[in-house]
């Protein structure tokens, strides 16, 4: 019964339908309110819950207009007090608040379960594939520590990042450390998925191995931004400047 539906938004912007139940589903991050309601009217569903993961317009560009005619309920960080879960069905998404990008930042983990046959992530601007995003409160070491709340879940979760950016930070990551095939080796899987009308994927686990972000205790990482001595939220923030001029 459960299915994740994968829209497209203006240029690299993903949308998230989840149908939780035979005729209900949720969205997470409407950009836009047109492909929504043609998924939603393919596919025989009503919309119950949208889920915001931040406040920032290319996220958010479709709410009003999907709330008005569905009546769906906003999920967002202003009427979420604490970390939370919410329930839909057999369905459990566990709220996690990951402030760094922006201060409302949250990530939705839909938990594995009878109803659910893989966890999922719903990762926002935090975490992307092979990176993560900007950090425009201007705390780095918090935005370590969200990331480092995503890497302690389930290694089999299936990442939902809110862009699509997954060359640019392959390519960033291949600057760094240039004699890593990781990086290389996961740039073709890109390629060939993209070039083939296929969605390029993938979990906590994979992310732990190509997402240099996650590897600021690696002395390879520390070596190549000469900071061998240095804590691994003090790489990170290094490695996030760079990649922010990159």
């Known amino acids: 019964m459960s299915e994740l539906i994968t829209l497209r938004a203006f240029f690299d912007n993903f949308i998230y339908l989840y149908r939780w139940a035979e005729d209900s589903a949720f969205v997470v991050d409407p950009s836009r309110a047109r492909p929504v309601k043609k998924a939603l009217q393919e596919n025989n569903l009503n919309l119950t819950h949208i889920l915001i ?14 709330a008005r005619q569905f009546g769906a309920e906003i999920i967002n960080a202003e009427n979420i007090p604490a970390e939370q879960c919410l329930k839909m069905g057999q369905s459990v998404i ?9 201060e409302d930042s949250l990530c939705y983990y839909l938990e594995k379960s009878a109803a659910d046959e893989q966890s999922i992530l719903f990762s926002g601007d935090t975490l992307f594939l092979s990176g993560c995003g900007r950090v425009f409160t201007g705390d780095y070491d918090k935005m370590y520590r969200s990331l480092e709340k995503l890497a302690s879940l389930d290694e089999n979760t299936l990442v939902c990042p809110g862009h ?22 996961e740039l073709k899987k890109y390629r060939d998925a993209t070039e083939n009308n296929r969605f390029y994927t993938s979990t906590i686990a994979e992310q732990k191995k190509v997402n240099i972000f996650f590897r600021g205790n690696d002395k390879e990482v520390k070596a190549a ?22």
């Not at 993961?53 to 999907?66: F, I, N, P, Q």
């Open 53 to 66: 993961t931040h406040s920032h317009a290319d996220h958010t560009g479709g709410v009003s207009a999907l």
């Open 94 to 102: 566990r709220i996690i608040r990951t402030p760094g990008h922006s």
């Open 164 to 185: 699509d950016y997954t060359e640019e930070n392959l390519r960033f990551a291949m600057s760094v450390l240039p004699d890593d095939k990781v990086f290389s080796d």
């Open 225 to 246: 931004v000469e900071m061998a001595d240095s804590d691994p939220s003090a790489v990170f923030a290094e490695l996030r400047i760079r990649k922010d001029r990159f």
